[in-house]
């Protein structure tokens, strides 16, 4: 059995880790709050900015030849846009978006394609440059720093990839939130732009106003596309970040909870050994007295 | 009953301005455009330019820097893609930063104007006010 004053060691230092991680929950918590509320204010306006395009769409079908919406019937060329974390200490958050790419990048390389990785986040990019995998471009990410400019810049690189023909599909590989207490990673295609999908959805609400367009419908659907790209990406690493957060608070909390665990037990064995001491202790005293007498 | 027009101002980082509204001003993509009770649908770009909102009491100030306005059933939603209140604008400090971008881009030889100044103008043009 370790010693007395060996236990007491332990016992402070796994305390010590307790105050790190609890203070670090508590700091991934009110970093999780405020993504939150920043998740909130933009939802609106990609639901807003998704309406409008269905309006245009229902309003004339000249407005569907858009480039952004054509597809290569013949994909070659794949991007895939990967959104992480730039630190661990988070449980599986990075690893889970990591396999998930991985897998569909292994899925699409069966089928003859040839996959581009654009990375964000220090976490896949070492794990990248570990296992030798070439990325097209990677950069951090810029966590609660990062504002909607940021998403624009990154879109319109995007947008410009496609639209000179380097690519020709999109997709974004990130952390959705499917409700403040369930996350998951998920792959979507960003470009081409489904038309289709953002149909389907208008059939559902029957009532379809008649607008007037200023200064013309194509004039505004050219806006309003690149627009909808920079916001749904944009909302992308909000949810990211949210994720992030969410799962670093987390994994701090259980490690908070296994060091109280552990301080627990080391108790138990301090006390014990504690105990035995003082028991030697006293067979010696009485041992020693009963020898004199 | 009153007739009001319940307007909201979005960004896509945040909710800028939600109530009820008699009347609104926007700059639209060539010219100022004006929104009463009962306006037909209409979707129209914004250009960088100024919001002015008429409550029955009050007036609001902002400054937009493109995006869209839809009104639909007296409901106004602008979709701007950078709006800033009156409030929040400071005229010595848009000043100074116009003057440094101005040095900066006739120094390498640009005299047109950068779209970065256009908005910083329109900015102080609203503050001033």
């Given at each position: 059995?370790?010693?007395?004053?060996?236990?007491?060691?332990?016992?402070?230092?796994?305390?010590?880790?307790?105050?790190?991680?609890?203070?670090?929950?508590?700091?991934?918590?009110?970093?999780m709050?405020?993504?939150?509320?920043?998740?909130?204010?933009?939802?609106?306006?990609?639901?807003?900015?998704?309406?409008?395009?269905?309006?245009?769409?229902?309003?004339?079908?000249?407005?569907?030849?858009?480039?952004?919406?054509?597809?290569?019937?013949?994909?070659?060329?794949?991007?895939?846009?990967?959104?992480?974390?730039?630190?661990?200490?988070?449980?599986?958050?990075?690893?889970?978006v990591?396999?998930?790419?991985?897998?569909?990048?292994?899925?699409?390389?069966?089928?003859?394609?040839?996959?581009?990785?654009?990375?964000?986040?220090k976490?896949?990019?070492?794990?990248?440059?570990?296992?030798?995998?070439?990325?097209?471009?990677?950069?951090?990410?810029?966590?609660?720093?990062?504002?909607?400019?940021?998403?624009?810049?990154?879109?319109?690189?995007?947008?410009?990839?496609?639209?000179?023909?380097?690519?020709?599909?999109?997709?974004?590989?990130?952390?959705k939130?499917?409700?403040?207490?369930n996350q998951?990673?998920e792959?979507?295609?960003?470009?081409?732009?489904?038309?289709?999908?953002?149909?389907?959805?208008?059939?559902?609400?029957?009532?379809?106003?008649?607008?007037?367009?200023?200064?013309?419908?194509?004039?505004?659907?050219?806006?309003?596309?690149?627009?909808?790209?920079?916001?749904?990406?944009?909302?992308?690493?909000?949810?990211?970040?949210?994720?992030?957060?969410?799962?670093r608070?987390?994994?701090m909390?259980?490690?908070?909870?296994?060091?109280?665990?552990?301080?627990?037990?080391?108790?138990?064995?301090?006390?014990?050994?504690?105990?035995?001491?003082?028991?030697t202790?006293?067979?010696?005293?009485?041992?020693?007295a009963?020898?004199?007498? | 009953?009153?007739?009001?027009?319940?307007?909201?101002i979005?960004?896509?980082?945040?909710?800028?301005?939600?109530?009820?509204?008699?009347?609104?001003?926007?700059?639209?993509?060539?010219?100022?455009?004006g929104?009463?009770?009962?306006?037909?649908?209409?979707?129209?770009?914004?250009?960088?330019?100024?919001?002015?909102?008429?409550?029955?009491?009050?007036?609001?100030?902002?400054?937009?820097?493109?995006?869209l306005?839809?009104?639909?059933?007296?409901?106004?939603?602008?979709?701007?893609?950078?709006?800033?209140?009156?409030?929040?604008?400071?005229?010595?400090?848009?000043?100074?930063?116009?003057?440094?971008?101005?040095?900066?881009?006739?120094?390498?030889?640009?005299?047109?104007?950068?779209?970065?100044?256009?908005?910083?103008?329109?900015?102080?043009?609203?503050?001033?006010?």
């Amino acid at each position: 059995m370790a010693n007395q004053r060996d236990i007491k060691q332990r016992i402070k230092s796994v305390g010590n880790t307790r105050k790190i991680t609890s203070t670090m929950e508590m700091v991934s918590t009110a970093k999780m709050k405020k993504m939150q509320t920043r998740l909130e204010q933009s939802k609106p306006y990609e639901e807003k900015v998704s309406e409008i395009i269905k309006n245009l769409i229902s309003s004339g079908s000249e407005t569907a030849d858009h480039p952004l919406f054509s597809a290569n019937n013949n994909p070659r060329k794949i991007l895939i846009l990967q959104i992480t974390g730039n630190r661990g200490l988070c449980g599986s958050f990075n690893t889970k978006v990591i396999e998930n790419t991985v897998n569909f990048q292994d899925k699409m390389i069966e089928s003859e394609k040839e996959v581009l990785l654009y990375v964000i986040g220090k976490k896949a990019i070492s794990y990248y440059n570990f296992v030798n995998q070439e990325m097209m471009k990677s950069g951090a990410n810029l966590e609660d720093k990062f504002s909607f400019e940021d998403a624009s810049r990154i879109s319109d690189e995007i947008t410009g990839y496609f639209l000179n023909g380097e690519v020709d599909e999109v997709y974004v590989s990130y952390t959705k939130v499917n409700s403040s207490v369930n996350q998951q990673p998920e792959i979507f295609k960003l470009l081409p732009i489904a038309s289709d999908k953002l149909q389907n959805k208008s059939t559902k609400n029957e009532l379809v106003t008649d607008y007037i367009f200023e200064p013309d419908p194509q004039n505004i659907f050219s806006y309003v596309l690149p627009l909808y790209l920079k916001v749904k990406l944009y909302t992308c690493f909000l949810e990211s970040a949210f994720s992030e957060q969410f799962a670093r608070r987390v994994a701090m909390k259980n490690a908070t909870d296994a060091a109280k665990d552990m301080i627990s037990e080391l108790s138990i064995t301090y006390n014990r050994a504690r105990q035995d001491k003082i028991t030697t202790e006293l067979t010696e005293i009485i041992g020693g007295a009963a020898a004199l007498g | 009953m009153e007739k009001l027009i319940n307007c909201s101002i979005l960004t896509p980082e945040r909710l800028i301005y939600e109530g009820n509204i008699n009347s609104a001003i926007v700059q639209a993509d060539d010219g100022e455009m004006g929104f009463l009770y009962n306006h037909a649908p209409l979707v129209s770009r914004l250009g960088i330019g100024e919001i002015r909102l008429t409550m029955a009491n009050a007036e609001r100030f902002f400054v937009v820097e493109g995006g869209l306005v839809e009104i639909n059933a007296n409901k106004l939603i602008i979709l701007a893609e950078n709006a800033i209140p009156k409030e929040e604008l400071n005229a010595a400090e848009l000043e100074q930063k116009i003057s440094e971008l101005e040095k900066t881009s006739s120094e390498a030889g640009q005299y047109a104007l950068s779209p970065e100044t256009v908005k910083l103008r329109a900015r102080l043009k609203l503050s001033k006010k």
